[in-house]
């Protein structure tokens, strides 16, 4: 079973910045939208952003101006640069990718996820 594999989280401090990395285990065909998810304690899980194939994207208004999103489609891959880091920001930050399979000869749109990474923003 293919999963999405993150990376890059840790502990910063208020004001900070941090990378995330999102590649698949496996190949992955027909990649349609790839996004980031996080989930506070206590808290749905929420979208933070997300980019098409053809690269538009789309932020949390809590995020906007502090975080960009980016992905290579050749590898597959997606990034997530977040500055200016703030204490809200904590969460387990999870990577999803939407991709079209076909079963039963009709195509359907399946979610992957990731297993999630720990973002913690503290003095």
């Known amino acids: 079973q293919v999963q999405l594999v993150e990376s890059g989280g840790g502990l910063v401090q208020p004001g900070g910045s941090l990378r995330l990395s999102c590649a698949p285990s496996g190949t992955i065909f027909s990649i349609n939208t790839m996004g980031w998810y996080r989930q506070a304690p206590g808290q749905q899980r929420e979208l933070v952003a997300s980019?098409?194939?053809?690269?538009?994207?789309n932020y949390a208004d809590s995020v906007k101006g502090r975080f960009a999103i980016s992905r290579d489609n050749a590898k597959n891959t997606m990034y997530l640069q977040m500055n200016s880091l703030k204490p809200e920001d904590t969460a387990v930050y999870y990577c999803n990718a939407k991709a079209t399979v076909v079963a039963g000869g009709w195509p359907y749109e399946y979610d992957y996820w990731g297993q999630g990474t720990q973002v913690t923003v503290s003095s």
């Open positions: 980019i098409t194939i053809g690269g538009s994207t």
